[in-house]
């Protein structure tokens, strides 16, 4: 039997949708895609929009003789981890592969967004044969600093993987980055397609050869920021995922078999795969009826049953605005990556009108497309404090975000350095952040629905590139029901 709190939930979520205009979904989705030029290291183009940003990181790759120029810093610092970086370009592909014929113009956006992270994620394979370079910047020593990324002088260090100091898991999400965005790429530039395709299989070669975890072989370079909590066996799961749909060799889905069973989780995120995984595999099984799938589509179907708030094996809790709300450490991760799998689950099914059950319940794809839009919404500004979680979008928004760049003077007003401690006065003013990170969504409320707006409230107030990538697919999707 349903929950009352369900009902409670579900009237809620009806009057709300009966009182409450949608969004503007086009605009967010442009919005969460211009956000990526904010996240930019290396030299900038000319048609950088984000105007306040400036050249930066132009050294990175030097201390190992090695060019590292490129790809995104993760969220408010200026660090570049390789590891929530590969995830970020998998979801970007997968949404503009899933969404892209809803994307109109942003698709174009969309590959831009992807190619600037591709193109430094092949420097990090193709530079040193054995090695894949896994990070640039000591993060202990970016932490303990608060300046732009423009002036940066903490250390630069450069961090690796080797066969005998192994990262199974950053090497399998590269992998996957890179298979996803060669399909992203096939037609308009075949080329370099392959490229990306031909480094991939290199990749999760080497990640299926030397097992190990990257968090064992790097410790506190990426832990606690972004350790491998979950192990290496998801990440693998996924790879291989990736590199079937990419290339359709049956090896991949052989070594999928040979892995065995894996973990059902209520949770998918920059560090535990395996539900994207399950609905990727599940494609096969959904649209093509192919029998060798079926088991990753049950298990898609466990997971969906724990995210429900109707169904009997639901683990998961919601606020009383109606967010999903998974852990108090930057919450809308979870959220967004959750509603990017809701919407392409509940696509495939609608494409050949499949149901499931949840214990007896029956689940249409409509109640998995109403939850992920109570999400989307919820977001953009439908929810008690009446405010957008991304940044530049709506009336009221988030103004002091946890972002150095953001926060600090740009150098267009102010060309000297602050140093490394100068900035902290900017840290610590109430007064709203000077530089606009249009398109950034935050880490988000917490379980009471509140937000305060608070620069030093990390875990609430700190956008993030996984965030945003997750969230690219289902604004697309929503964009295209919204004609």
């Known amino acids: 039997?349903?929950?009352?709190?369900?009902?409670?939930?579900?009237?809620?979520?009806?009057?709300?949708?009966?009182?409450?205009?949608?969004?503007?979904?086009?605009?967010?989705?442009?919005?969460?895609?211009?956000?990526?030029?904010?996240?930019?290291?290396?030299?900038?183009?000319?048609?950088?929009k984000l105007a306040w940003r400036f050249n930066s990181g132009l050294t990175d790759g030097s201390s190992a003789h090695v060019e590292l120029t490129g790809g995104y810093y993760d969220a408010g610092d200026n660090v570049k981890f390789n590891f929530p970086m590969a995830f970020t370009t998998t979801m970007l592909s997968w949404s503009s592969l899933e969404y892209g014929k809803k994307m109109g113009p942003e698709l174009q956006n969309a590959?831009?967004?992807?190619?600037?992270?591709?193109?430094?994620?092949?420097?990090?394979?193709?530079?040193?044969p054995g090695k894949l370079y896994v990070g640039v910047g000591d993060p202990n020593g970016d932490h303990k600093c608060w300046e732009r990324p423009e002036d940066m002088d903490t250390p630069r260090t450069v961090y690796s993987v080797s066969a005998s100091n192994p990262g199974s898991d950053v090497a399998a999400e590269t992998a996957a980055a890179l298979a996803a965005s060669s399909m992203v790429f096939r037609k308009i530039d075949p080329k370099y397609s392959r490229l990306l395709l031909a480094t991939a299989k290199k990749v999760m070669q080497f990640a299926i050869q030397y097992r190990g975890a990257?968090?064992?072989?790097?410790?506190?370079?990426?832990?606690?920021?972004?350790?491998?909590?979950?192990?290496?066996?998801?990440?693998?799961?996924?790879g291989a995922a990736w590199l079937h749909r990419a290339t359709n060799n049956q090896y991949y889905i052989n070594f999928i078999k040979s892995l065995g069973g894996g973990d059902q989780p209520d949770i998918f995120s920059w560090d535990n795969k395996y539900a994207g995984a399950y609905v990727l595999l599940s494609r096969r099984a959904v649209?093509?009826?192919?029998?060798?799938?079926?088991?990753?589509?049950q298990a898609a179907e466990n997971f969906m049953c724990k995210i429900l708030p109707n169904s009997p094996s639901s683990s998961t809790k919601y606020t009383q605005g109606g967010l999903m709300y998974k852990l108090p450490q930057s919450n809308l991760q979870y959220v967004t990556s959750i509603t990017f799998l809701l919407t392409t689950y509940a696509k495939y099914m609608k494409s050949t009108k499949h149901t499931f059950n949840c214990g007896n319940s029956v689940v249409a794809p409509n109640a998995l497309i109403k939850l992920s839009k109570r999400q989307v919404d919820y977001i953009l500004g439908v929810n008690p404090m009446k405010m957008s979680y991304m940044v530049g979008f709506?009336?009221?928004?988030?103004?002091?975000?946890?972002?150095?760049?953001?926060?600090?003077?740009?150098?267009?007003?102010?060309?000297?350095?602050?140093?490394?401690?100068?900035?902290?006065?900017?840290?610590?003013?109430?007064?709203?952040?000077?530089?606009i990170l249009t398109g950034a969504i935050v880490g988000g409320p917490d379980r009471?629905?509140?937000?305060?707006?608070q620069r030093d409230d990390y875990s609430r107030s700190e956008p993030a590139t996984y965030i945003n990538a997750a969230f690219v697919g289902p604004l697309a999707y929503f964009v295209g029901k919204s004609h």
């Not at 039997?1 to 967010?28: D, H, I, K």
């Not at 992807?114 to 420097?123: E, F, N």
């Not at 926060?407 to 490394?420: D, K, M």
């Open 111 to 128: 590959r831009v967004a992807i190619r600037w992270a591709t193109d430094y994620l092949l420097k990090c394979a193709r530079a040193t």
């Open 214 to 238: 990257y968090s064992d072989s790097l410790a506190s370079a990426v832990c606690p920021f972004y350790c491998s909590y979950s192990g290496y066996k998801d990440e693998l799961l996924w």
């Open 394 to 435: 709506g009336s009221s928004f988030p103004k002091r975000i946890h972002h150095r760049g953001s926060s600090l003077p740009s150098r267009a007003v102010r060309s000297n350095s602050l140093g490394c401690s100068g900035g902290f006065q900017s840290f610590r003013t109430p007064n709203p952040n000077p530089n």
């Open 1 to 48: 039997m349903a929950s009352p709190f369900f009902f409670v939930f579900l009237l809620s979520g009806l009057l709300l949708e009966n009182t409450y205009a949608s969004p503007n979904y086009r605009e967010a989705l442009s919005k969460s895609l211009l956000f990526f030029q904010g996240q930019r290291s290396g030299r900038l183009p000319g048609d950088q």
């Open 448 to 453: 009471n629905d509140q937000y305060p707006d």
């Open 287 to 297: 649209l093509n009826k192919d029998n060798n799938f079926e088991v990753y589509k």
